[in-house]
């Protein structure tokens, strides 16, 4: 298989990134720390690392065409860039970064992938969203809003590739639970490691799942998040 993982120098992406070459597919990565791409590389020479920041939205469709290039198609494309960052205080130049790289890079990202397919005729495309998806958060308004704006975006090209007949396009939204990253800070319930994360990730994507919780029981919270009233919500969390 075929794979570009855009975000894939640390967290998920990377765990991810490292059990497709692991598994002999041909995998494409990305990220703006060069430094982890070179630790890839060396680990991996087989792997296309390929510098890449994801604010930059004129490079998206650069980005798809250098990989095409080298591969000569496209299989699976996974987006798995995202930033989180406590604030309270709700200063805008933290608001404005995640607006940035959570909306306006993952959405030019994630369009410009869907068109790639149509014009292919096929492909799987995968976001990494969040369980955070289902409700705000006073400590970060903006990441939260964000997760629940990517996951409201997959759902609208779902319904687009379902309309398609010249195309066959899967679409996959992810949405971990916690995950041993620099966005899981502290002690949390339920946390899983990267790798642990990436296995459940795959199987949701062999099976090519619309919508998949990570691990399987935070659905189970998802349903909980989303119907609690939100007076409790307040006292809770």
């Given at each position: 298989m075929?794979?570009?993982?855009v975000?894939?120098?640390?967290g998920i992406?990377r765990?991810?990134?490292e059990d497709?070459?692991?598994?002999?597919?041909r995998v494409?990565?990305?990220g703006?720390r060069?430094?982890?791409?070179?630790?890839?590389?060396?680990k991996?020479p087989q792997?296309?690392?390929?510098k890449?920041?994801?604010?930059?939205?004129?490079?998206?469709?650069?980005?798809?065409?250098k990989?095409?290039?080298e591969f000569?198609?496209?299989?699976?494309?996974?987006?798995?860039a995202?930033?989180?960052?406590?604030?309270?205080e709700?200063?805008?130049?933290?608001?404005?970064?995640?607006?940035?790289?959570?909306?306006?890079?993952?959405?030019?990202?994630l369009?410009?992938?869907y068109?790639?397919?149509?014009?292919?005729?096929?492909?799987h495309?995968?976001?990494i969203?969040?369980?955070?998806?289902?409700?705000?958060?006073?400590?970060?308004?903006s990441?939260?809003a964000?997760k629940a704006?990517?996951?409201?975006?997959?759902?609208?090209?779902?319904?687009?590739?379902?309309?398609?007949?010249k195309?066959?396009?899967?679409?996959?939204d992810?949405?971990?639970g916690?995950?041993?990253t620099?966005?899981?800070?502290?002690?949390?319930?339920w946390?899983?490691?990267t790798?642990?994360?990436?296995?459940?990730?795959?199987?949701?994507?062999?099976k090519?799942?619309?919508?998949?919780?990570?691990?399987?029981?935070w659905?189970?919270?998802?349903i909980?998040?989303?119907?609690i009233?939100r007076?409790l919500?307040?006292?809770?969390?």
């Amino acid at each position: 298989m075929k794979i570009l993982i855009v975000g894939a120098t640390s967290g998920i992406g990377r765990a991810m990134a490292e059990d497709y070459l692991e598994q002999g597919h041909r995998v494409a990565l990305t990220g703006r720390r060069e430094e982890n791409l070179k630790e890839i590389k060396e680990k991996f020479p087989q792997a296309l690392t390929i510098k890449h920041d994801i604010r930059k939205t004129e490079e998206a469709v650069s980005l798809l065409y250098k990989v095409y290039t080298e591969f000569g198609g496209i299989d699976l494309i996974v987006v798995s860039a995202g930033i989180g960052k406590f604030n309270k205080e709700l200063g805008w130049e933290i608001c404005e970064s995640v607006l940035k790289t959570n909306i306006l890079g993952v959405t030019r990202m994630l369009t410009e992938s869907y068109r790639f397919f149509q014009k292919q005729g096929r492909g799987h495309l995968v976001n990494i969203s969040s369980v955070a998806s289902h409700i705000g958060n006073d400590a970060n308004p903006s990441y939260n809003a964000s997760k629940a704006y990517q996951s409201n975006f997959m759902e609208g090209l779902w319904f687009k590739s379902n309309k398609e007949k010249k195309a066959r396009i899967t679409i996959t939204d992810i949405r971990p639970g916690f995950v041993d990253t620099r966005l899981a800070q502290g002690d949390t319930f339920w946390k899983i490691d990267t790798q642990t994360a990436s296995k459940s990730i795959r199987k949701a994507i062999d099976k090519k799942k619309r919508v998949a919780y990570i691990t399987g029981k935070w659905g189970l919270i998802a349903i909980i998040l989303k119907n609690i009233p939100r007076k409790l919500a307040a006292k809770l969390f």
